[in-house]
């Protein structure tokens, strides 16, 4: 029966049938998308904490001893949640499993054994597919369905719907600096956290610790000057619809104090003073921070995904 229906056109609505079928399985998959970054992100989160602390570990510290045993079992159950919605909503390839599957087998076979630059490497290789991840399904989620269903019907949006091409731009603008700038900001802060707790924790940073730390603090203040304008852009944007994005600005402070203990500190070639735990501590804080805009920027998606869908179901 409903296949005979999507031939017919819908009662005082010049649109088929056919178009709220596609419409509804565009919505759907959507907010399956919009989900999926979301636990795609607290992966993110959870495979940085492992890798500062597994670090941390191998430099003989025993402070996050317990913590890690209880993170690496939520990361084992993230990946299973992962691979079970991935197969039922079919938003990642077999491939993309794949590849989580044996990366993270790769991270947990025996890494009290692991050289702590392979440990590093392995734990950031990691973290890059999921951002790809990441980066890939946002791409798929920045026209609204109202705009795919009527550029594939031939159809041209009412006057009273013309706001969703500036919608459109918006969304595309938002899901670009969290997919991409914001995940990126928090893993070179991550990179920061694992290798200056990794030092602290030994008291000293030798030579290939030195170069990546001094190479991800010159990319982390770079990165920071893109986001800071580009969050500021956004609140004007957006007026108020996104109220973490003021917490980057907010936490700008604590980020420039991180970054100047690890460079005055850390890299002083003296014995490190600084404690690891307090500098894994301060560092998690701030990845939060900009790991929460992206879950919160999905969540805005997520609305104007529903303000799309109602305002097409309300067209006359």
């Given at each position: 029966m409903i296949e005979q229906?999507?031939?017919?056109?819908?009662?005082?609505?010049?649109?088929?049938?056919?178009?709220?079928?596609?419409?509804?399985?565009?919505?759907?998959?959507?907010?399956?998308?919009?989900?999926?970054?979301?636990?795609?992100?607290q992966m993110i989160k959870a495979v940085q904490r492992h890798r500062g602390m597994s670090m941390a570990i191998l430099a003989g510290s025993t402070l996050f001893q317990g913590d890690f045993h209880v993170l690496q079992r939520q990361v084992e159950r993230r990946l299973i949640s992962l691979e079970v919605f991935?197969?039922?909503?079919?938003?990642?390839?077999?491939?993309?499993?794949?590849?989580?599957?044996?990366?993270?087998?790769t991270i947990r076979a025996d890494w009290q054994g692991d050289d702590v630059i392979d440990n590093f490497e392995l734990h950031s290789h990691f973290i890059d597919q999921l951002q790809i991840m990441i980066a890939g399904l946002a791409k798929h989620l920045e026209k609204p369905v109202s705009v795919i269903v009527a550029e594939k019907?031939?159809?041209?949006?009412?006057?009273?719907?013309?706001?969703?091409?500036?919608?459109?731009?918006?969304?595309?603008?938002?899901?670009?600096?969290?997919?991409?700038?914001?995940?990126?900001?928090?893993?070179?802060?991550?990179?920061?956290?694992?290798?200056?707790?990794?030092?602290?924790?030994?008291?000293?940073?030798?030579?290939?610790?030195?170069?990546?730390l001094r190479y991800a603090l010159s990319?982390?203040?770079?990165?920071?000057?893109?986001?800071?304008?580009?969050?500021?852009?956004l609140e004007s944007l957006l007026a108020g619809a996104l109220p973490s994005l003021a917490m980057i600005k907010t936490y700008e402070l604590k980020l420039m104090f991180l970054l100047n203990t690890v460079e005055s500190d850390v890299l002083s070639g003296m014995t490190i003073t600084t404690n690891s735990y307090n500098l894994f501590k301060l560092a998690t804080e701030i990845?939060?921070?900009y790991l929460k805009v992206v879950d919160d920027s999905m969540d805005l998606v997520s609305r104007w995904n529903?303000?799309?869908?109602?305002?097409?179901?309300?067209?006359?």
């Open positions: 229906a999507t031939s017919l056109q819908a009662p005082n609505t010049g649109v088929h049938f056919g178009d709220f079928d596609t419409f509804c399985a565009l919505y759907r998959q959507r907010q399956d998308g919009l989900s999926l970054i979301k636990q795609l992100n991935a197969a039922q909503t079919g938003l990642l390839s077999v491939r993309d499993k794949e590849n989580l599957h044996n990366a993270w087998h019907a031939n159809l041209e949006l009412p006057s009273e719907d013309a706001a969703a091409y500036p919608k459109m731009f918006k969304q595309i603008e938002l899901l670009n600096f969290a997919a991409r700038q914001v995940t990126t900001m928090a893993e070179q802060v991550g990179r920061i956290r694992a290798l200056s707790t990794y030092a602290a924790a030994k008291g000293f940073c030798d030579y290939h610790h030195d170069r990546k990319t982390a203040r770079t990165a920071n000057e893109k986001l800071r304008h580009q969050a500021e852009r990845i939060d921070v529903d303000e799309d869908l109602e305002g097409w179901l309300c067209l006359v």
